[in-house]
């Protein structure tokens, strides 16, 4: 598979990243000169009346930007913030700008949005021009006195206030950019606070300094064909268990499952996968794991939707406590400041 290929070969300078290496060249100087127009004001950036977050990042792939976009909105909730949500919405229909309803179907509106959706209930909605969905937003709900941009990081469209650079245990691979590297920026571009999505006391080099640390905790696991139904991990353990993950890095759910002891068949499947509704018909398993952005899609398929074998594992954030303080900091700062202007 063409993914995992380039994925293996970008963690390491080795012959076909140094054949690739004068490409990412080239690709870095695009990323400059487009940089450029919009620091000398040939490109416009739109900048809002509130706060834009931006969550994202630069190695290709998830490095943990769902769980963090959902952590922020309960935590902003809690300390008298209103915040509302923007996303590109992979799959999403890109001509128009779209609310997401929780009973929105993935396929139109994008698998993390929905999950985002589900889970916080905050207002959320999608679309190519992130400005122009910002505004939309705004409109639509004027008590909203916070964007946080899901993903982003690249699109300088819409002005930002803080950018939250999200990394995971691969850091920042072999260090070139693409095609000959996994980054899409280069590792020393700006931003206000590094976050590092491992349970590892390892840090990657290379990723920046100071770094935060996240981790993801799962909660009790809920019967796909029934969430009222729920179990532990520890539950599991006697069972016959294939686990299926179509995330960024589908090893991370692997090595969360591990870690609690479990044994399983691995099935490992591109980002955003779309499931069909025979997928797990000839596995033989009486328990199948899958994540919570598999499931935003599971649960609108039938044949899989009643599949009592599937359960499905939720994860929250657990995050360095300092970062919520020196966030709450920084906010007041950017208020204040907007308020004297």
Known sequence: MLEKFFLRVWMRRGVIAFVLWPLSKIYGALLNLRFGLYVMGYKPQKKLDVPVIVV????????????????????LRLHGWNPGVISRGYGADSNFVREVKEGA????????????????????????????????????????????????????????????????????????????GPLRETSLRR?????????????????????????????????????????????????????????????????????????????????HFSYTPDLFAQKDAEIILITEKDAVKCRQLAGLKEDQRIWVVPVSAQIDAQFGTQLLAKLSEIKHGRTSA
């Open 56 to 75: 994202g990042n630069i190695f290709i792939g998830g490095t943990g930007k769902t769980p963090m976009v959902i952590w922020l909105v309960e935590f």
């Open 105 to 180: 179907l993935a396929a139109e509106v994008g698998d993390e949005p929905l999950l985002i959706a589900q889970s916080t209930g905050c207002p959320l909605m999608v679309g190519r021009q992130r400005a122009v969905v910002a505004e939309h937003l705004l409109a639509q709900h004027p008590a909203v006195d916070i964007i946080i941009s899901d993903d982003g990081m690249q699109h300088y469209g819409i002005a930002r206030d803080v950018e939250i650079l999200m990394f995971d245990q691969r850091g920042i691979g072999n260090g070139f950019l693409l095609p000959a």
């Open 191 to 271: 931003r206000d606070f590094t976050i590092l999505n491992s349970s590892s006391d390892q840090i990657p080099t290379g990723i920046g300094e100071p770094v935060l640390q996240m981790c993801l905790q799962p909660a009790q696991l809920t019967q796909l064909v029934d969430s009222k139904c729920k179990s532990e991990l520890s539950d599991m353990r006697s069972k016959k268990i294939l686990a299926a993950a179509g995330i960024g890095h589908p090893q991370r759910f692997f090595q969360l499952l591990e870690s609690h002891g479990l044994q399983f068949e691995a099935m490992p499947l591109p980002d």
